[in-house]
Nanobody
Framework: QVQLVESGGGLVQAGGSLRLSCAAS????????MAWFRQAPGKEREFAAG????????YYADFVKGRFTISRDNAKNTMYLQMSSLRPEDTAVYYC????????????????????WGRGTQVTVST
């Protein structure tokens, strides 16, 4: 059983930056494909960024390319999301997720591929 705990959310002005962390426990972290999803009020959960296990290949949704950077530290069992140039439309609860599957761009964005989810951290971007 893998436990995931997100941290680092908060209130930031448009144009600002935040760094989210996802601490994992209970499994062999490097064997999991990890991802960040987000969910705004009244909207479906959507894929933001993903990163493969040991190789660390990264994938991004179009709306975060060039602004967000996903990374992981397998020695610390932690994944990160560095967010910059934040916009009000980035306001959402951000969730980290872990799954064991062969990663492709299509599979990474599918919530059903992930077995474990954190409880989320709120990111609010003000104008």
């Amino acid at each position: 059983q893998v436990q995931l705990v997100e941290s680092g959310g908060g209130l930031v002005q448009a144009g600002g930056s935040l760094r989210l962390s996802c601490a994992a426990s209970g499994g062999i972290f490097s064997t999991y494909t990890m991802a960040w999803f987000r969910q705004a009020p009244g909207k479906e959960r959507e894929f933001a960024a993903g990163i493969t296990g040991s190789a660390g290949s990264t994938y991004y949704a179009d709306f975060v390319k060039g602004r967000f950077t996903i990374s992981r530290d397998n020695a610390k069992n932690t994944m990160y999301l560095q967010m910059s140039s934040l916009r009000p439309e980035d306001t959402a609860v951000y969730y980290c997720a872990a799954g064991q599957f062969f990663p492709t761009a299509a599979r990474l964005s599918n919530t059903r591929r992930y077995d474990y989810w954190g409880r989320g951290t709120q990111v609010t971007v003000s104008t």
